[in-house]
């Protein structure tokens, strides 16, 4: 197990990225108030499928006036029109999205028995060229009306928001009152995401283990540290519990050191290897997925700057089926109780951050996530065997109930490409070949496209910062890591990079020579 230093942001860990609020908001039907908050990037870990859910009974405790719905509070989710028990159904499934987590999400549905056909908006050239979706590059997904109006004429039976910045400005609160069924959650409960104290004052609440009672757990003095750039002063060394618990209060809630203190650093006192947990939530029910772990720095062996995730693998080690089960009993289920008993049920990805103690392997939640982890996603939706449709749908209709999933066995990898210079600035427009060629390398390889176009010659450009997940499935994990780097290999990419060490926390030490 790696050890690393205690990241206690109490909601959003921005890995060296920031979304701002999208300009032109849905109006939204029902309304939660909380306070002002920034939209936010993020991604990590994930698990396996047994059935968890919950009674009604909520604790007494005042919510500290910090969310208040005023309008939803007695509405049951809205149920659709699809029969989610007839797969001779088919259904048009459109996916709202145009990155590698769309890219495997469409992978995947197409796959689905009962899916009909995949449209992805916008969607992106490798999507299109792989012939896993039709790619709609013209509609607005900002523009509810809009996408109403396309999944009526093309006759959509199913809505896949990938991104969060959709989900926050409202697209299902729209597209469900129009009866289309959609998986994602609404802006409200998006909130869990978008606002550091919506899930503070939530985890007070429902008495989720975070940060904040690791501090009270350890006591003081204790060292309080803004992960960023913060002129020198991000430090603080807290002789009481009081000066702690301030501190990280004016990293996270006031934010006093901007972006710097959007995730807080508790020194010394506690080791761990950070994972991330993915479940699907039908607003009163939870099914974890399988397993996977990310590699948030840019460089080899966890050195340089956070990205959005620089590769993956599944499952993983870490989180073992007891641990599985005690994320879920003090963290899911609590999380979408709570949602429910505030009247803003969760239908969609709930994704925690987590850290894994080191001295008593207990789980800590630093972070949620309202959506599928990228590039987590590529290995779980490869792995996954159940019919994505099916299940999605059942979500969708509150019937997650007993639903079990099926995945294959052995083992799954993703190896980012990225741009030269990123997660810096970096140079756009790079011709990239060979990659047919690649997926031929050996068997079980899928190249999922996140940042590329085609130029004037119909040749794939790189337009993004990780511009390609090249996946690999295998026996075991070492059989997945070989055959992923002898795809990426083939890949002829002079304006891109990779890291050669994905998967050294689970196998033994091997790098592969960069290509550039």
């Keep these: 197990m790696s050890c690393a230093t205690f990241n206690v942001a109490a909601s959003l860990n921005l890995h060296g990225r920031t979304k701002q609020a999208v300009s032109k908001p849905f109006g939204s039907r029902n309304h939660c108030t909380f306070p002002k908050f920034s939209f936010l990037y993020s991604e990590t870990l994930n698990l396996s499928s047994t059935y968890y859910s919950f009674g009604r009974d909520t604790p007494s405790r005042s ?13 049951s ?33 197409q796959r689905s028995p009962s899916c009909e056909t995949v449209l992805c908006a916008p969607g992106n050239a490798g999507i299109a060229s792989s012939g896993n979706a039709t790619c709609i590059s013209d509609l607005e997904v900002y523009d509810g009306a809009a996408v109403i109006s396309f999944c009526r004429k093309m006759g959509v039976g199913l809505v896949v928001v990938g991104p969060e910045a959709p989900l926050v400005a409202g697209l299902t609160n729209e597209l469900v009152k129009a009866g289309i069924p959609t998986f994602g959650p609404s802006a409200e409960a998006a909130a869990l995401e978008g606002s550091k104290n919506f899930m503070k004052h939530l985890c007070d609440k429902y008495d989720i283990p975070t940060a904040k009672q690791y501090i009270q757990e350890q006591g003081a003095p204790i060292v309080i540290k803004a992960d960023g750039l913060a002129a020198g002063k991000g430090v603080t060394v807290a002789m009481t519990l009081e000066e702690a618990n301030e501190a990280v209060d004016s990293m996270l809630v ?34 974890p997925l399988e397993s ?20 993956a693998y599944s499952p993983a080690p870490i989180i073992t089926k007891e641990l ?31 850290m894994i103690e080191k001295k008593s392997g207990m789980p800590k939640l630093i972070e949620y996530n309202v959506r599928f982890g990228d590039p987590e996603c590529q290995v779980l939706m490869v792995r996954l065997e159940s019919d994505l449709v099916q299940v999605l749908l059942s979500a969708c209709r509150g019937e997650l109930s007993g639903l079990s999933l099926n995945w294959s ?17 970096y140079e756009k427009g790079t011709v990239i070949e060979n990659l047919q060629e690649a997926e031929l390398a050996a068997p079980g390889i899928k190249i999922f496209h996140a940042g590329t176009a085609f130029d004037s010659e119909g040749k794939f450009i790189a337009i993004g910062g990780r511009v390609l997940g090249v996946t690999a499935k295998g026996n075991d994990l070492e059989e997945a890591r070989d055959r992923a780097y002898q795809a990426v290999e083939k890949v002829n990419w002079s304006g891109g990079f990779y890291r050669r060490d994905i998967g050294w926390r689970a196998l033994p030490q091997k790098q592969y020579v960069t290509k550039g």
């Design 63 to 75: 919510f500290h006036s910090v969310f208040k719905c005023l309008a939803q509070n007695s509405e």
């Design 77 to 109: 989710s809205p149920s659709v029109s699809v029969d989610t028990n007839n797969n001779s159904q088919k259904v048009t499934v459109l996916v709202i999205g145009g990155g590698g987590r769309e890219h495997a999400l469409c992978h995947a549905l």
């Design 254 to 287: 006031k934010g006093d050191f901007g972006s710097a203190g959007c995730r807080v650093i508790v020194e010394e006192f506690l080791e761990g290897e950070e994972a991330s947990f993915f479940a699907l939530v039908d607003g009163e029910n939870a099914i």
């Design 292 to 311: 996977a772990q990310d590699h948030k720095r840019v460089g080899d062996g966890d050195t340089g700057p956070n990205t959005g995730g620089m590769g």
């Design 324 to 354: 599985q089960s005690i994320v879920m009993d003090s963290i899911i289920i609590p999380t979408v109780k709570g949602m429910s008993a505030e009247g803003c049920k969760f239908v969609g990805v709930l994704y925690a951050g987590l």
């Design 409 to 425: 066995p052995g083992s799954a990898m993703v190896v980012v490409m990225a741009s030269n210079g990123y997660p810096g600035s």
